[in-house]
T-cell receptor, first 112, second 112 residues
Framework: SQQGEEDPQALSIQEGENATMNCSYKTSINNLQWYRQNSGRGLVHLILIRSNEREKHSGRLRVTLDTSKKSSSLLITASRAADTASYFC????????????FGTGTRLTVIP | EAGVAQSPRYKIIEKRQSVAFWCNPISGHATLYWYQQILGQGPKLLIQFQNNGVVDDSQLPKDRFSAERLKGVDSTLKIQPAKLEDSAVYLCGTMGASYEQYFGPGTRLTVT
């Protein structure tokens, strides 16, 4: 399966702390994306990192990609209660079809 | 711009009944996806359309699931007959210019 796996499955932190989530995948990719899903809602795109990039920033988000280890990490700095959600990594499969394969997700709870 | 619209938001049916979901994508987005998300898991791709043509339906259970995208805009996903294991959230997504995907709020299906 090309599906990624996130680690940890669940994470609980205090507001203001940083949250780090990891993603591992199995096949070569063109890009890796991170999405957020609030309970009962659809997914929201956070950030895309291409296979030739090693690090990318967007506001309080920092994503790293290590293609040699087939892994990525998402760091959320200065977390807020509103960051409470499930976070998924998604990879394409270099098939040219632009399909995404989602991981199992990390459930983040930020305690006010 | 308006987001991806889906309806209905919730549906409860008995097993062996049929059900249909509707998706209206973001205007101008040629690529449309249907995903199945079982509780506690990441979304799993069912079918991908490019305009009104099917690009990938390898993971669609074709004995009971069907989908169409007439005129390359709106799309419908149908299940007939439904099984208990079809209980899930069905997400419609479209692809933007930078390969990011935009998702609707999903349809939560409960099969009893």
């Amino acid at each position: 399966s090309q599906q990624g796996e996130e680690d940890p499955q669940a994470l609980s932190i205090q507001e203001g702390e940083n949250a780090t989530m990891n993603c591992s995948y199995k096949t070569s990719i063109n890009n890796l994306q991170w999405y957020r899903q609030n309970s009962g809602r659809g997914l929201v795109h956070l950030i895309l990192i291409r296979s030739n990039e090693r690090e990318k920033h967007s506001g309080r988000l920092r994503v790293t990609l290590d293609t040699s280890k087939k892994s990525s990490s998402l760091l959320i700095t200065a977390s807020r209660a509103a960051d409470t959600a499930s976070y998924f990594c998604a990879t394409d499969a270099q098939t040219g079809a632009n399909n995404l394969f989602f991981g199992t997700g990390t459930r983040l709870t930020v305690i006010p | 711009e308006a987001g991806v619209a889906q309806s209905p938001r919730y549906k409860i049916i008995e097993k062996r009944q049929s059900v249909a979901f509707w998706c209206n994508p973001i205007s101008g987005h040629a690529t449309l996806y249907w995903y199945q998300q079982i509780l506690g898991q990441g979304p799993k791709l069912l079918i991908q359309f490019q305009n009104n043509g099917v690009v990938d339906d390898s993971q669609l259970p074709k004995d009971r699931f069907s989908a169409e995208r007439l005129k390359g805009v709106d799309s419908t996903l149908k299940i007939q007959p439904a099984k208990l294991e079809d209980s899930a959230v069905y997400l419609c997504g479209t692809m933007g210019a930078s390969y990011e995907q935009y998702f609707g709020p999903g349809t939560r299906l409960t099969v009893t």
